[in-house]
């Protein structure tokens, strides 16, 4: 893709994000969602655009997940007021990862890698949980199958640093998504279980949607 036209899409979803936390620090629930959602559907679509070129099975799969994301993010924005409703956004992001999984593990064989980085991201998880006191309500057990999902595709992802020889574009765009993802989830907790403060929902989204577009970056960076 020509430089030019990744510049563009860099901008306008860069754009959309700021008007975005601009909405959500004004507390406008309504247009906040739209606008949420929009973002979300610009990365998965233009992860669906570069799967549908590229024509394998793999990153349909891959593209498939992104497109998990998308009612995840809408649900999600329910977080505080629907439980029922953020739950299905848990259910939706676990799709999502499952998805990431299945075509990470097709394409890449399990190494000792990810499973060492798994340790060190659980163990960062925990430390957060623990020392921050999260008040985690009835979610809990979702959230733990969840967790473990959101974990390892963030740790194949980074893995893939160590065992692609030469670290080519798409890889370090995917392993810089599922880094964002594991941390954006970070402050998630923090301002859900923690400390309700916008910042900490602002940091959590402008990674989070960063992290979703670097991972749809993963495919445009191989057409």
Same mark, same amino acid.
């Given at each position: 893709?020509?430089?030019?036209?990744?510049?563009?899409?860099?901008?306008?979803?860069?754009?959309?994000?700021?008007?975005?936390?601009?909405?959500?620090?004004?507390?406008?629930?309504?247009?906040?969602?739209?606008?949420?959602?929009?973002?979300?559907?610009?990365?998965?679509?233009?992860?669906?655009?570069?799967?549908?070129?590229?024509?394998?099975?793999?990153?349909?799969?891959?593209?498939?997940?992104?497109?998990?994301?998308?009612?995840?993010?809408?649900?999600?924005?329910? &977080?505080? *007021?629907? /439980?029922?409703?953020?739950?299905? !956004?848990?259910?939706?992001? #676990?799709?999502?990862?499952?998805? %990431?999984? =299945?075509?990470?593990?097709?394409?890449?064989?399990?190494?000792?890698?990810?499973?060492?980085?798994?340790?060190?991201? &659980?163990? *960062?998880? /925990?430390?957060?949980?623990?020392? !921050?006191?999260?008040?985690? #309500?009835?979610?809990?057990?979702? %959230?733990? =199958?969840?967790?473990?999902?959101?974990?390892?595709?963030?740790?194949?992802?980074?893995?893939?640093?160590?065992?692609?020889?030469?670290?080519?574009?798409?890889?370090?765009?995917?392993?810089?998504?599922?880094?964002?993802?594991?941390?954006?989830? %970070?402050?998630?907790?923090?301002?859900?279980?923690?400390?309700?403060?916008?910042?900490?929902?602002?940091?959590?989204?402008?990674?989070?949607?960063?992290?979703?577009?670097?991972?749809?970056?993963?495919?445009?960076?191989?057409?």
């Amino acid at each position: 893709m020509p430089n030019i036209a990744i510049a563009i899409i860099v901008i306008t979803y860069a754009a959309l994000l700021a008007y975005y936390c601009i909405l959500e620090k004004q507390n406008n629930f309504n247009r906040a969602t739209l606008l949420k959602v929009i973002v979300s559907a610009y990365a998965s679509g233009l992860c669906v655009y570069a799967a549908v070129c590229l024509n394998n099975i793999v990153f349909y799969i891959f593209a498939l997940g992104m497109i998990f994301a998308v009612p995840a993010d809408f649900f999600l924005q329910y &977080i505080k *007021i629907d /439980l029922p409703k953020y739950r299905a !956004g848990i259910l939706f992001f #676990g799709l999502m990862h499952i998805c %990431l999984l =299945v075509s990470f593990f097709w394409l890449y064989p399990v190494t000792i890698y990810e499973l060492f980085i798994f340790a060190v991201f &659980i163990g *960062i998880l /925990l430390a957060f949980q623990i020392f !921050g006191k999260w008040k985690i #309500g009835k979610e809990k057990a979702q %959230l733990t =199958v969840y967790t473990v999902l959101v974990v390892l595709m963030a740790a194949k992802a980074v893995s893939l640093l160590f065992t692609i020889p030469s670290t080519p574009t798409f890889i370090a765009m995917v392993a810089l998504g599922g880094l964002f993802f594991f941390i954006s989830d %970070l402050f998630l907790g923090i301002w859900a279980y923690q400390k309700e403060k916008f910042v900490f929902l602002a940091l959590n989204r402008v990674i989070y949607f960063a992290g979703q577009l670097f991972l749809a970056f993963y495919l445009v960076m191989l057409l």
